[in-house]
């Protein structure tokens, strides 16, 4: 699987979007992007996944350069209960998640 | 009701001793995992099941021996603890095996003394 490299972490806002950048710049053709995310003490939950289109769902959106060798998640509007680790994870279309170091997102008030 | 349900929640045991955690899930999924994930947080994939057959097997020493009775449950079993499989292990579940969403457990804390 390509690796992904993704800042350690970043604060945010309380209502503002929270743009978080993901490099996979030896994506290859038939890997996707996904994202998902650990709440402190919890499991990691999926949030998103492309392939080179950009997607939108009820939880985020996710913007994939032409090149596909970025992507950036975007949390509309953060809210406290976004607080986690979010990981960006690059993956031919099996079964295996190879999760890295993530990017800890703080929301402050 | 949990989707993913893992239990014991904590478990601190000796070392050298043998212990079980156990999976379930009420999904109607056909594939489940179990992974690692370290006191440096990064999460691994350990074994991977697709309707009770063994299909991920990642480098774990066979003292980890995993169990699929049926296809709502993966059991994993360590013998002869050592200190170094203190972690969090997660289960997960997935519809398929290449199902693009997994589904994790709350996870199980092991330590080992």
């Known amino acids: 699987d390509a690796k992904t490299t993704q800042p350690p972490s970043m604060d945010c806002a309380e209502g503002r979007a929270a743009n978080l950048p993901c490099n996979h710049s030896t994506i290859s053709g038939n890997e996707y992007v996904y994202w998902y995310r650990q709440i402190h003490s919890q499991g990691p939950q999926y949030i998103i996944h492309?392939?080179?289109n950009n997607e939108t769902n009820e939880m985020a959106s996710l913007i994939i350069t032409e090149d596909r060798k970025s992507s950036t998640l975007i949390l509309p509007h953060a809210t406290l209960r976004d607080t986690a680790v979010y990981y960006c994870i690059v993956r031919a279309n099996d079964y295996k998640l190879s999760f890295g170091a993530g990017t800890t997102v703080t929301v402050r008030a | 009701d949990t989707a993913v349900s893992q239990t014991p929640k904590y478990l601190v045991t000796q070392m050298g001793n043998d212990k079980s955690i156990k999976c379930e899930q009420n999904?109607?999924?056909?594939?489940m995992y179990w992974y690692k994930q370290d006191s440096k947080k990064f999460l691994k994939i350990m074994f991977s099941y697709n309707n009770k057959e063994l299909i991920i097997n990642e480098t774990v020493p066979n003292r980890f021996s995993p169990k699929s009775p049926d296809k709502a449950h993966l059991n994993l079993h360590i013998n002869s603890l050592e200190l170094g499989d203190s972690a969090v292990y997660f289960c997960a579940s997935s519809p398929a095996r290449s199902h693009n969403e997994q589904f994790f457990g709350p996870g199980t804390r092991l330590t080992v003394l």
């Open positions: 492309g392939l080179k």
């Open positions: 999904l109607g999924h056909d594939t």
